[in-house]
Structures are given as structure tokens and as C-alpha cells.
């Protein structure tokens, strides 16, 4: 009963979900990295390009961009391939 009840919710998750796996934090290239105060520092990585995480930076959170070293890319979601026997 249990495991009816637990494939039933899942199901239903999946369906209210859209089907689609969340993003991941760390899935874009650039990361704003900016102050909290009192020496503590935030780290946004969801960025697709420079532009837009300097212009999060300069509308007023002080901070700097960098590369986000977690990003892999298409490389993440590239089909795998068999080799020929």
C-alpha cells in the first residue's frame, strides 16, 4: 500500500511539474559575486553572459563577476553513444 500510495504521489509530482527536471543552481557560465555586509558575500550563478551579471553588479549590489567553474555546458546534457562492437 505503501509503495502504491508513494508511485501515486510521484506521478502526480511529475505531472504538476511539467515533466521538466529542475535547472540546477550552477547551470549558467557567470556568477555575480557581491556583499552582504559584515564581511559576508553572496554568489549568484545564473548568468548566461558578461552583460547581464554586470549589470546586476553596477544596479547597486557591489561586487564583481566571475566564471563559474561548476558550469559544464552542453556537455551535460550531450546523448551518449555507443561504440560499435
Known sequence: ???????????ATTALAGG???????????CAVFS????????RCEYRNLESCRMEIVA???GFCRLNGYYLGSQAYAP??????
Do not use: C, F, I
Open 36 to 43: 552582504t555586509g559584515h564581511g559576508g558575500v553572496s554568489e
Open 1 to 11: 500500500m505503501n509503495k502504491v500510495l508513494l508511485l501515486a504521489v510521484a506521478v
Open 60 to 62: 547597486g549590489n557591489r
Open 20 to 30: 521538466q527536471p529542475a535547472q540546477a543552481y550552477y547551470d549558467a557560465p557567470w
Open 80 to 85: 551518449r553513444t555507443r561504440k560499435p562492437r
